[in-house]
């Protein structure tokens, strides 16, 4: 039997060394799903319970492997279901190519049964590169193109094959007129660093500041060395954007955390204080919580020219590899012999950790949800791959979460959508089967689809050689981030209609499908508990019954934003006593620590 254009498909995803296609089936990808069959299931195709969820897990496989990811879903409603794990991708920066099928071309613009204009719905967030295939002779170039522009851009693309194209015999391009070939898959990225004398420029507003603050985003994930050198020389202190959380550890002393909404004092007090602002591969959005404008000289790092330059005005700005670019700079940078700077960030870094801990042991009814993440640090094993998923969860992950050396972790940054953190989880999983994988998910994302993913777990999970999987759920029957975003941003009280859940198990459901599932109901079970789910040999859901009334609130929060929460109180909400007595306890430990 000829190749059809499908085998062809599979084939070269092969030479492109794609191990994993995540997706689900439909008539519209048949010719794919039987050429699995007949390639015996190489790619390994790793069915999720939903397209959304394939798109988010390669997505997750892809942040966590640095390979693209790819996932695969039929015409029509399964193509659909792709976007918001590719809109996900995209924003974050993160390669992920997307196959799709199409109704047949005999019948493409006679309004067929499940027939969707791909291009133009696919032109946004596949906008890199997104082509749909009219003979066989377009491939390879197109998947070439497809899996090249991906990793260049880190960027989400996709590729349309009609369903009768799928199962036509495979025809190479020819050489003539009009036909288009390709190239040995692969695809190494460029060395590129800033020129000299921009190099120069940065040195010397470097030298010239006596209070140097660093930002670093994943940009500066392969940059981690260079920009502890740089620190050691200009004694400045590091805050890390979101997404930047696992590129430096969080037990260096001048290390400040996360910055922004989710952020800790410390980074704050950087930003507020600091006379010249050196910005590593991050996008990070709010200016707000940058210098003022005008009481910091800046400089930014960036490979991509066109992030450059936007969030805040720099002086300086160096496109290039934060590493390459970084080395050039180093030896040019004056090593400050006052070191008075990075004693007060190492003294703010201090007491905001005694702050944290202070914090996790307020007394809650039952279970105060930075306790839950507090206990973990010191269990944390030393290898462990983080996800969390949108809502309140992202504020104790960004805070409380003590990273080391050799840990990664992740989150839906920029799109900030629920439902990313059990799917990145077992993208995780498929990425680095030898390592332990830990998501934190609030009981909102895992009604909303986290549940149905732990399918996906039981059903995959003897392929994992570190069975070491566990879904932490803050259960507070309470869509809680957007309870306290009304209460804090719009001075409303919970409006007990929209953000009340229906009560569930979801260690019981966990234990229903063959996992485990512990239930946490006291505070003095969550060390237990953690130590028994990182011993298990199944993966595990650890049910903590939180308390909706402990403030997520960053410890930098503006008087406005306390007033509106006051306010919403006195309008009525119905949590007002819990509330208020709560946030004034996990308030007041910033006071104790500065007495201490």
Same mark, same amino acid.
């Given at each position: 039997?000829?190749?059809?254009?499908?085998?062809?498909?599979?084939?070269?995803?092969?030479?492109?060394?794609?191990?994993?296609?995540?997706?689900?089936?439909?008539?519209?990808?048949?010719?794919?799903?039987?050429?699995?069959?007949?390639?015996?299931?190489?790619?390994?195709?790793?069915?999720?319970?939903?397209?959304?969820?394939?798109?988010?897990?390669?997505?997750?496989?892809?942040?966590?492997?640095?390979?693209?990811?790819?996932?695969?879903?039929?015409?029509?409603?399964?193509?659909?279901?792709?976007?918001?794990?590719?809109?996900?991708?995209?924003?974050?920066?993160?390669?992920?190519?997307?196959?799709?099928?199409?109704?047949?071309?005999?019948?493409?613009?006679?309004?067929?049964?499940?027939?969707?204009?791909?291009?133009?719905?696919?032109?946004?967030?596949?906008?890199?590169?997104?082509?749909?295939?009219?003979?066989?002779?377009?491939?390879?170039?197109?998947?070439?193109?497809?899996?090249?522009?991906?990793?260049?851009?880190?960027?989400?693309?996709?590729?349309?094959?009609?369903?009768?194209?799928?199962?036509?015999?495979?025809?190479?391009?020819?050489?003539?007129?009009?036909?288009?070939?390709?190239?040995?898959?692969?695809?190494?990225?460029?060395?590129?660093?800033?020129?000299?004398?921009?190099?120069?420029?940065?040195?010397?507003?470097?030298?010239?500041?006596?209070?140097?603050?660093?930002?670093?985003?994943?940009?500066?994930?392969?940059?981690?060395?260079?920009?502890?050198?740089?620190?050691?020389?200009?004694?400045?202190?590091?805050?890390?954007?979101?997404?930047?959380?696992?590129?430096?550890?969080?037990?260096?002393?001048?290390?400040?955390?996360?910055?922004?909404?989710?952020?800790?004092?410390?980074?704050?007090?950087?930003?507020?204080?600091?006379?010249?602002?050196?910005?590593?591969?991050?996008?990070?959005?709010?200016?707000?919580?940058?210098?003022?404008?005008?009481?910091?000289?800046?400089?930014?790092?960036?490979?991509?020219?066109?992030?450059?330059?936007?969030?805040?005005?720099?002086?300086?700005?160096? $496109? =290039? @590899?934060? &590493?390459?670019?970084?080395?050039?700079?180093?030896? !040019?940078?004056?090593? #400050?012999?006052?070191? %008075?700077?990075?004693?007060?960030?190492?003294?703010?870094?201090?007491?905001?950790?005694?702050?944290?801990?202070?914090?996790?042991?307020?007394?809650?009814?039952?279970?105060?949800?930075?306790?839950?993440?507090?206990?973990?640090?010191?269990?944390?094993?030393?290898?462990?791959?983080?996800?969390?998923?949108?809502?309140?969860?992202?504020?104790?992950?960004?805070?409380?979460?003590?990273?080391?050396?050799?840990?990664?972790?992740?989150?839906?940054?920029?799109?900030?959508?629920?439902?990313?953190?059990?799917?990145?989880?077992?993208?995780?999983?498929?990425?680095?089967?030898?390592?332990?994988?830990?998501?934190? $998910? =609030? @009981?909102? &994302?895992?009604?909303?689809?986290?549940?149905?993913? !732990?399918?996906?777990? #039981?059903?995959?999970? %003897?392929?994992?050689?570190?069975?070491?999987?566990?879904?932490?759920?803050?259960?507070?029957?309470?869509?809680?981030?957007?309870?306290?975003?009304?209460?804090?941003?719009?001075?409303?009280?919970?409006?007990?209609?929209?953000?009340?859940?229906?009560?569930?198990?979801?260690?019981?459901?966990?234990?229903?499908?063959?996992?485990?599932?512990?239930?946490?109901?006291?505070?003095?079970?969550?060390?237990?508990?953690?130590?028994?789910?990182?011993?298990?040999?199944?993966?595990?859901?650890?049910?903590?019954?939180?308390?909706?009334?402990?403030?997520?609130?960053?410890?930098?929060?503006?008087?406005?934003?306390?007033?509106?929460?006051?306010?919403?109180?006195?309008?009525?909400?119905?949590?007002?006593?819990?509330?208020?007595?709560?946030?004034?306890?996990?308030?007041?430990?910033?006071?104790?620590?500065?007495?201490?």
């Amino acid at each position: 039997m000829a190749p059809t254009v499908a085998d062809y498909l599979l084939q070269r995803l092969r030479e492109w060394g794609v191990e994993r296609v995540f997706g689900y089936p439909g008539d519209g990808i048949n010719g794919i799903i039987a050429a699995l069959g007949r390639a015996d299931d190489q790619p390994r195709f790793v069915q999720a319970r939903h397209e959304e969820m394939a798109a988010f897990e390669a997505t997750g496989y892809a942040k966590f492997s640095g390979k693209p990811g790819v996932c695969l879903a039929t015409s029509g409603p399964g193509a659909i279901h792709l976007l918001n794990g590719l809109y996900d991708a995209k924003l974050d920066h993160v390669p992920v190519v997307a196959i799709v099928g199409q109704t047949a071309r005999s019948a493409i613009g006679g309004s067929y049964q499940q027939e969707v204009d791909l291009l133009t719905l696919y032109k946004d967030v596949a906008g890199a590169y997104v082509q749909e295939a009219a003979v066989s002779a377009q491939l390879p170039n197109l998947l070439d193109r497809a899996m090249r522009i991906a990793m260049a851009e880190h960027a989400p693309t996709a590729i349309i094959i009609p369903s009768d194209l799928q199962e036509e015999e495979y025809e190479p391009p020819a050489h003539a007129f009009k036909n288009v070939p390709s190239s040995t898959p692969g695809y190494q990225p460029p060395v590129t660093r800033a020129p000299d004398a921009e190099i120069e420029k940065a040195a010397g507003i470097l030298n010239e500041g006596s209070k140097v603050a660093i930002l670093v985003g994943q940009g500066a994930r392969s940059a981690a060395a260079e920009v502890m050198e740089v620190a050691e020389l200009t004694g400045a202190g590091i805050a890390k954007a979101l997404l930047g959380k696992d590129v430096l550890p969080d037990d260096l002393p001048y290390v400040t955390g996360a910055i922004g909404l989710l952020g800790t004092r410390p980074s704050y007090e950087l930003m507020r204080d600091c006379d010249t602002l050196l910005i590593v591969g991050s996008n990070f959005p709010y200016s707000q919580f940058l210098p003022e404008f005008g009481d910091a000289r800046g400089i930014q790092i960036d490979i991509d020219g066109r992030m450059i330059g936007m969030r805040y005005p720099t002086e300086v700005n160096l $496109v =290039g @590899d934060a &590493a390459e670019t970084l080395r050039a700079l180093i030896p !040019l940078v004056k090593r #400050k012999k006052k070191r %008075s700077w990075r004693e007060t960030i190492e003294e703010n870094v201090a007491r905001s950790w005694s702050v944290i801990e202070r914090q996790a042991h307020v007394e809650a009814d039952p279970v105060n949800p930075m306790l839950l993440f507090w206990e973990l640090n010191p269990r944390l094993p030393a290898d462990t791959i983080v996800t969390s998923d949108s809502g309140s969860a992202a504020n104790w992950y960004a805070r409380d979460l003590k990273f080391r050396a050799g840990m990664r972790g992740s989150l839906s940054g920029t799109l900030a959508t629920m439902g990313c953190g059990v799917p990145y989880a077992i993208g995780a999983k498929f990425a680095h089967p030898d390592r332990p994988v830990i998501a934190f $998910v =609030g @009981d909102g &994302a895992m009604q909303m689809n986290g549940m149905n993913e !732990l399918i996906t777990m #039981k059903r995959y999970m %003897s392929e994992w050689s570190d069975p070491r999987l566990i879904v932490a759920v803050l259960h507070n029957n309470d869509l809680n981030q957007v309870t306290w975003e009304l209460r804090a941003m719009s001075g409303a009280p919970k409006f007990v209609e929209s953000q009340a859940l229906p009560e569930m198990s979801y260690a019981g459901f966990a234990r229903s499908l063959g996992l485990e599932g512990l239930e946490v109901e006291k505070p003095d079970a969550i060390g237990p508990a953690w130590d028994r789910a990182l011993a298990a040999d199944v993966p595990v859901v650890i049910d903590v019954r939180c308390d909706p009334d402990i403030p997520p609130i960053p410890p930098h929060a503006e008087f406005e934003q306390m007033k509106d929460a006051a306010e919403a109180i006195i309008k009525g909400d119905p949590d007002s006593y819990g509330v208020v007595r709560k946030g004034l306890k996990t308030k007041a430990q910033e006071m104790f620590a500065r007495k201490s």
